[in-house]
């Protein structure tokens, strides 16, 4: 934190200043932001008219026009702010050079002091009736006009009208498919369906042309170019998706264009009269566009959201087929031809120049979140967050021949910088999608970002497979990039191509990438040269790094940390060494170093808050049952795993053919959990069980034994640990004619810890002297007894006055609240609190001065830490007051 300068230094300063007067400065000289005064106008979703002010806003399109009376001679910035509310758009809002801010001052576009403004594309469905009351589904009269690819309910995207995963009898022929019997050709609106599927590190969907018998013809360009043969192509079906006869799960929708009404079968006790229903039809919600001569520039957007938007060209015969990361081939193809088309953005800047966008919100989007091409330069996307995206969450430059170096230097996407921003969940549609994508792109820098929860590659950076092009001295540094790779293969938390000179990749900190076949950490692939690899911590995945080929050539990859050795490097001159394989799972402290410091800096890490102590991580996420020998279980029909996570009691999980089964969900994350709930039904249960928690889904820990239980609600405290995965393992009954009959459970739930739960208790406890060994302690009077939740026991050291009890918490973590108890005759009057993330470097964050014994009750600034010590001050010799310091309880605590 940037702290003013204290009267005596600005003392100090004068006296300088006035004794040179050589460098004295006139009020004239000082730059003109430091006295130039604001322009301040207002917008908000009613607003109407050109006064603009606060008593009288306008609309944002009038918001705009007065902008550009103002902007041709600036004196200053001028700032619109947009109250809070929902701005319909009817059309996209266009920002041109004639938006730019002048004379060097800019024009700002932010969201009003504590209120949330959101840009949105979307149509509200009302009107809804019952259709079909045996299958529950309800019907709106929407007209033939509305064309969209996403539905959200009450802010949650439904799931289009699917079939069945993985069907069989499929077979691939030279149009299409043949499906395994006649009852397709009978279903309507056959050329509005879609075939899914996946191939390698592909994403498919094409359109149906015709169903005739068994012979399904799929429609052209999608087909053909699906098929080309230098890549992997759509050899099966994954699913068919958005056709009326296969809405039959809850959740799912299907709009029917040709009669004008859309469908959906809502979840068990949601009430479609009330719920919020929205169906995005704008494709772009915002487009900044400038020329070579005149580009957009001096425009920030601040603290806005930018929500429901859709993209319709995977709904044309063109289909979606990529060639890599979101580019599609459109038109019609040849293995040579490469008619490549990037994702639409939602938000789109061309040929833009400091344009900057910070703490803004891209969410419920169906292309891309946010595009600069064309001749962007210098422009800053900071602190911004990402989520429920089909396509890519950030693109920036182009992939086309034409612009691998352009002759002109203003068509080159450089010097642009995306930090600080949180990116999940995106690639909901559009597997191949990825986190971050540059294609030609010079000077970038991709720093301090969080990745998490993606189908595919986390950052993708690089194009050409070998091509030389302007592309140089791009940075990729400091990013936590984890969990992702989980539907697709081939790809990377961190994946290049082509050379990059002076390009580097460092201080990142990748996690959990393991693809259906081939998940790397740090990837340069096809011509990825020059690049510097260094001081990268990598973990959980197959390969730390893959250089599989010749053409791979000239990088340094140095001073590097893994959890595995497993490695590949075909490649031609290139330089590794000095990297270091962890096989204990203590990492050394360099190693922790770059942990803590990859991802979001201090400033931002708001924009991705732990969730409430009241939500329930396990809804909703995948779940998995086996049997005892680790085999997949064999379910019930209807009582599928899932039903266990699904947030409806009167739904539960069973298997069918044995009695000694678990469940298993997959929490998407590791991350701090306290608590776990199981519920179980009446007339089904186990009367014993065990609970058990994972970090990688290999090695499990039992975390609490449960006895006599009799149905009902089991709700386990547990000491708060890391888990990414959570089970219920059945003990008895495990066979026929027992009390409970079989164990089926009816809700598995997971939370973080509770405020009131102390982090600190029962977990490692040393006590070291001032010097840094470790200290003698009193018999009796052990370290542990400081977290024993006793405050009748305490930790007392022999020997020395001045010694320091430290606890370990397991794993790094968020606290901002540390307690101290201290018995009445053996206590410090001064003792400092200190925290850290590695054990080896402390920080400060309170000092207690003139304490009396009892407790000493501290609230700190929320930190990530590992390792909370209390160092002792005083007393440091005999007969002064205190005698001696002793540590009843150390508490620490994450209060929310």
Request: hydrophobic content about 35%; some cysteine; glycine content about 10%.
């Amino acid at each position: 934190m940037r702290k003013g300068l204290s009267g005596k230094c600005i003392k100090a300063l004068l006296s300088m200043v006035l004794g040179c007067s050589a460098l004295l400065l006139t009020v004239s000289s000082w730059p003109q932001s430091v006295h130039a005064a604001a322009t301040y106008l207002y917008a908000s979703p009613t607003g109407s008219g050109s006064v603009c002010t606060i008593g009288s806003p306008c609309s944002l399109s009038g918001a705009q026009a007065k902008v550009r009376t103002l902007n041709t001679s600036m004196t200053g910035d001028i700032i619109v702010y947009l109250r809070g509310g929902t701005y319909s758009l009817s059309s996209t809002l266009q920002l041109t050079q004639l938006d730019s801010g002048t004379g060097g001052y800019q024009v700002i576009y932010q969201a009003y002091p504590g209120e949330k403004p959101v840009l949105s594309g979307g149509q509200t469905i009302t009107g809804w009736s019952l259709f079909d009351s045996g299958k529950n589904i309800y019907r709106s009269n929407v007209g033939t006009t509305l064309n969209t690819r996403q539905l959200y309910v009450n802010e949650v995207r439904a799931t289009r009208a699917r079939g069945a995963q993985n069907p069989v009898g499929f077979t691939k022929t030279s149009t299409g498919f043949t499906a395994p019997d006649t009852s397709m050709s009978g279903w309507g609106n056959k050329s509005s369906m879609e075939i899914v599927g996946f191939n390698s590190w592909k994403s498919f969907r094409c359109p149906v042309s015709s169903i005739s018998g068994t012979a399904i013809t799929m429609q052209n360009y999608c087909w053909n170019n699906s098929q080309l043969s230098d890549t992997p192509s759509l050899d099966s079906v994954g699913w068919i998706e958005n056709a009326y006869e296969l809405l039959d799960a809850e959740g799912e929708w299907y709009l029917d264009r040709s009669a004008g009404y859309l469908y959906y079968k809502p979840l068990t006790g949601e009430d479609i009269a009330s719920a919020i229903v929205v169906a995005p039809t704008l494709e772009t919600l915002v487009s900044g566009t400038g020329t070579l001569d005149t580009p957009l520039q001096n425009v920030q957007i601040k603290g806005l959201t930018f929500a429901y938007a859709t993209w319709l060209q995977p709904s044309t015969s063109d289909g979606y087929v990529p060639l890599q990361a979101g580019f599609t081939f459109t038109g019609l193809n040849d293995a040579a031809s490469q008619y490549l088309t990037k994702a639409l953005g939602n938000v789109t800047f061309h040929a833009a120049k400091s344009v900057r966008l910070e703490r803004n919100t891209f969410v419920h989007l169906g292309g891309a979140g946010l595009v600069f091409e064309y001749g962007s330069q210098n422009n800053t996307i900071v602190g911004n967050v990402f989520k429920d995206i089909s396509s890519s969450g950030i693109l920036i430059g182009d992939v086309t021949p034409s612009h691998v170096n352009p002759a002109d230097s203003r068509e080159r996407n450089s010097y642009n910088t995306i930090a600080n921003n949180y990116i999940t969940k995106v690639g909901a549609e559009y597997f191949d999608a990825v986190g971050i994508f540059g294609g030609y792109t010079s000077y970038s820098t991709i720093t301090h970002n969080e990745l998490a929860n993606l189908p595919y590659s986390g950052i993708s950076q690089g194009w050409g497979w070998g091509a030389n092009s302007y592309a140089q001295n791009n940075q990729i540094t400091n990013n936590y990039i984890h969990d992702v790779m989980k539907v697709l293969g081939d790809g990377g938390g961190i994946y290049t191509l082509s050379a990059q000179p002076n390009s580097t990749i460092s201080g990142n900190y990748l996690r959990h990438m393991y693809g259906s076949y081939g998940g790397w950490g740090i990837y340069p692939d096809e011509g990825s040269a020059y690049l510097n690899i260094n001081n990268n911590v990598v973990t959980e995945t197959g390969k730390w790094i893959s250089m599989w080929t010749l053409s791979i050539h000239d990088n340094t990859v140095q001073y590097n940390y893994s959890d595995t050795a497993n490695m590949t490097s075909i490649c031609t001159n290139c330089t590794v060494n000095n990297n270091t394989t962890v096989t204990n799972g203590i990492w050394p402290t360099a190693a922790q170093t770059i942990m803590s410091n990859a991802g979001l800096e201090s400033a931002y890490q708001d924009i991705n808050p732990p969730p409430a102590v009241s939500e329930n991580l396990a809804l909703n996420q995948p779940a998995t049952a086996y049997f005892s020998d680790g085999i997949t279980a064999t379910m019930w029909s209807g009582f599928e795993a899932a039903k266990a996570v699904d947030g409806n009691e009167a739904t539960h999980a069973l298997a069918n053919g044995q009695h000694i089964w678990k469940l298993q969900v997959d929490l998407g994350s590791s991350q701090s959990i306290g608590r776990i709930v199981v519920k179980m039904p009446a007339t089904l249960y186990a009367t014993a069980f065990n609970i058990q928690t994972s970090t990688d889904g290999n090695t499990f820990t039992t975390v609490k034994q449960i006895t006599g239980f009799n149905s009902g609600t089991s709700d386990n405290m547990i000491t708060v640990r890391k888990a990414r995965y959570v089970r219920v393992v059945a003990v008895t009954p495990n066979g026929p004619s027992q009390t409970g009959l079989q164990m089926a459970i009816s809700e598995l739930e997971v939370y973080h810890p509770a405020p009131t739960q102390n982090l600190a208790f029962n977990q490692a406890a040393t006590a070291y002297f001032s010097d840094g060994s470790t200290a003698t302690m009193w018999s009796g009077f052990d370290a542990a007894k400081a977290l024993d939740g006793n405050s009748t026991t305490y930790a007392l050291a022999n020997g020395q006055h001045v010694w320091k009890l430290r606890a370990d918490l397991g794993f790094s973590q968020a606290i901002n609240r540390i307690v101290v108890k201290m018995p009445a005759a053996l206590y410090a009057t001064a003792f400092d609190i200190q925290t850290s993330t590695d054990g080896s470097a402390f920080t400060t964050v309170k000092q207690i001065t003139g304490f009396t014994s009892g407790t000493s009750d501290n609230t700190i600034t929320q930190t990530n830490a590992r390792y909370v010590q209390v160092v002792a001050v005083t007393p440091n010799g005999p007969s002064q007051p205190g005698v001696e310091m002793a540590i009843s309880e150390l508490e620490v605590y994450l209060v929310q």
